[in-house]
């Protein structure tokens, strides 16, 4: 038996330490991003160049009631009422849709995007199930948003987000209706109040042209877009910053922009983009130009390779002749002083990778289950203009400028790698520490979107240039790191991508904005 | 009673391995005694060909087997009489036999543990023991935790337990419960999906690891020159944790196993013993259907 007093002492160091260990809170606790007003409300973006619209008026919105009419009157004293004793929840719904309309639908269509990055499961009798749009949410689940698909889905996403944003911009200057807290000094709005007029709302615009898109592009998620897009809406009247009709009025111009962009959409070729039929006559073609040992997939068992014909598919900033034109050279002939010079590169890699070859690699690996390459750079542009303070339809453009040129480099990068059909390292012994596409190796599909993306970030913001140029290189670099791509398939790709930027930079020059 | 000194490390050191492989347990019953030291050198294999999803089994022809090979180091001293201070280091290399995955080795997580008795009571010729211990881990080197194939999840590790230990004649059973802490890990990349119970919506690349509790029940004899013991050992997700999945940080995968095993020592000359032991999974969440063997070498200092 010990001395009572000796063991109390102990006894409750150990107990207060187990209750501090069990008890204390493991919260990650990192910034949100936060509301503000613009640093320009960009007053002539309703003339600003649009995609798929003709002009900023292919969708007639009513002229609003006066501000002095009954009716608006009643609007901003139902707001006054709807703004008070706000739950913590629906304060919540207010600051997270305040970091913008478009900054978190973007988001949302990134989160999709990697929620449906899964490659689908073999059967037990070796066989590899095709997602089904009709049947989304049985296995395996459709989409499976592998690099191409997201790039598309985020392509279009962004597109309806910025033409339907410069139709409101046009109406809201040809209305001029001034933002309700400016009309009743009683009404005390969350979020910064801007001369920008209200209507129709931006973020109703946003939203409904968003929900179109994402059903089009996810439609497992009807639900979940649903509860988003309600939470959305009640937050603008929460925050006291839309009435009823600015929000009415968005939703009409959002869902019929979106539906126009979608009409471009369902005749892009998509539907086609996983045609398998056409593999054998690529497989052809590249051996009669002397490939003496094709890709094949190196998944057990093999897969079919992913979307040989999306490079088919319609592009935006350049026309199917252009494509052909820019798609890059020959890679070298297997097995000559050029292709040897880059796989001893490789095997020096396999045989002692670093842990800051690794820590690059696996930073940019965005396989399965992220929002690939294309979800990356859009974090990047949409983060970027949140930080320059960007309008809601500047946001827009810098993430459709971004979208289409990803999209496009997509489009590009897939022709040439089944116009190539260049065998993987996998093919010749290396291992790979960040997964193993399924597809050609030449060119790398992470440059060509890499280098397309930091082009147009770079036009659009020139002083973060260099940082731009950086990553995309780090980017490219990181696929000889993770084993998976020779490095003259990344610095092929990384030219093609700079081409590729290029059309979206010169259209960005051109559109109205003042770039 | 040396050989006390030498079964308590070995029943640590086989704890230690991996957080993946961790086995049956932070300590034993047994206290050193006041100022005995020993030093342990151990080799150990893991294997599995299945491992569970969630608690799904599951074979994966991209992988094929994974082995795990250690080469531990472990010392014990006692500080009092009452009071051990138990530190342990591994060497861990583990690859699969089939697939493009990497071979990933380097050293893993250096452990250490206090170890107190605070009630020792006679019951006629046996005796019982009411202990606590406390443990702290952390890796060793920034080893790639985000991997199916890895040597270790890259948490800091708090670990505090208690236990009962009975001993009649050379017989002794062993009951202990213990609440490990797992700190947060970054990982190499930003996180892409939101999980309301791990993560923030502005992803960065800190995760969280679940916590787990543990249960360990040993029973056995031990003379002077030998010891043999058959255990089960099981752990439980504490927190709310994700599941083996695509794109979903291996870290933050609540894992989960119940095992058994057997150990066993034998004195050589003087100071020197040999130890073996082996385990196999019984059932398991998120983490390799392991079998395992170990041996070593054993001084008294």
Known sequence: ?515 | MRSTAYTAVILFLISIFSSSIRAQGLIDGFMRGQRKASLALIGSQATYDMYYINTTETRNPNLGTVTTQAVTLVGSYGLGYDLDLIVAAPYVRTEASAGYTPKQEGFQDLSAALRWEAYDYKIGKTRLSWLFAVGYSMPLQNYVNDALVAIGRGSQNLDGRTMLHYKAGSFFITGQYGYIRRGQVSLDHVVNTYDPSQLNPNSGTKVNVPDVTELIIRTGIKTKPFYLDAWFQQQTPHSEGTNIGPGVPFPTNAVGFARIGATAYLRLVGKLGLTAGYSATLSGRNIGKFTRIDGGLVVGL
């Open chain 1, 1 to 515: 038996m010990k001395k009572y007093i000796y063991f109390l002492a102990l006894g409750s160091i150990l107990s207060g330490l187990a209750t501090g260990v069990v008890s204390c809170s493991k919260l990650i606790d990192e910034p949100q991003k936060s509301a503000y007003a613009p640093t320009n409300v960009d007053e002539k973006a309703g003339n600003w160049k649009t995609y798929v619209l003709a002009a900023p008026t292919d969708i007639a919105i009513a002229e609003p009631k006066s501000i002095s009419s009954a009716e608006y009157q009643a609007e901003v004293a139902s707001l006054k009422q709807k703004a008070t004793n706000l739950t913590s929840d629906q304060q919540a719904a207010v600051t997270y849709w305040g970091a913008g309309a478009a900054y978190r639908w973007n988001e949302i269509g990134r989160e999709l995007c990697a929620r449906y990055n899964i490659p689908p499961a073999s059967t037990p009798d070796g066989k590899y199930p095709v997602p089904d749009a009709t049947n989304p949410l049985a296995d395996p689940k459709f989409p499976f948003a592998n690099p191409p698909y997201a790039s598309r889905a985020l392509a279009y996403l962004s597109v309806a987000q910025y033409d339907a944003l410069v139709s409101a911009w046009y109406y809201k200057y040809k209305y001029n209706r001034v933002a309700p807290a400016k009309t009743d000094a009683a009404l005390k709005p969350l979020l910064p109040v801007s001369t920008l007029p209200s209507y129709p709302s931006e973020d109703a615009v946003v939203a409904t042209a968003s929900v179109v898109i994402l059903k089009a592009m996810f439609p497992g998620e009807v639900p979940y877009l649903e509860a988003k897009l309600a939470e959305h809406r009640n937050s603008r009247l929460w925050a006291g910053m839309n009435v009823e009709s600015d929000l009415a009025a968005g939703e009409a111009l959002g869902s019929a922009v979106a539906a126009k962009v979608m009409t471009r959409a369902r005749a892009d070729g998509m539907s086609a983009a996983n045609n398998q039929t056409v593999t054998a006559g690529m497989i052809q073609a590249a051996k009669d130009r002397g490939l003496a040992e094709v890709w094949v997939s190196q998944e057990s068992p093999a897969r079919p390779p992913m979307l040989p014909n999306y490079g088919a598919v319609q592009t935006w900033n350049f026309d199917k002749t252009t494509l052909i034109k820019l798609r890059p050279g020959p890679p070298p002939v297997l097995n000559d002083a050029n292709y040897e010079k880059d796989m001893n590169e490789l095997r020096q890699v396999n045989k002692s990778q670093t842990r800051d070859q690794a820590r690059i690699a696996n930073y940019w690996s965005d396989g399965a289950g992220s929002y690939t390459p294309p979800g990356h750079w859009h974090r990047t542009a949409a983060n970027t203009a949140h930080d320059a303070q960007y309008s809601e339809v500047r946001m827009a453009r810098t993430l459709a400028l971004v979208g289409t040129a990803t999209m496009d480099a997509a489009v590009g990068c897939w022709d040439a790698k089944y116009y190539y059909y260049y065998p993987r390292p996998q093919q010749f012994g290396m291992k790979t520490s960040v997964g193993l596409p399924n597809f050609p190796s030449y060119p790398s599909g992470h440059s060509t979107f890499s280098a397309a993306a930091a082009t147009v970030l770079s036009a659009i913001f020139p002083d973060k240039a260099s940082e731009f140029a950086a990553e995309a290189s780090e980017a490219s670099v990181s696929r000889v790191y993770g084993l998976i791509h020779y490095r003259f398939d990344s610095n092929a790709g990384l030219e093609h991508g700079n081409k590729i930027g290029a059309y979206a930079v010169e259209r960005a020059k051109a559109d109205g904005s003042g770039l």
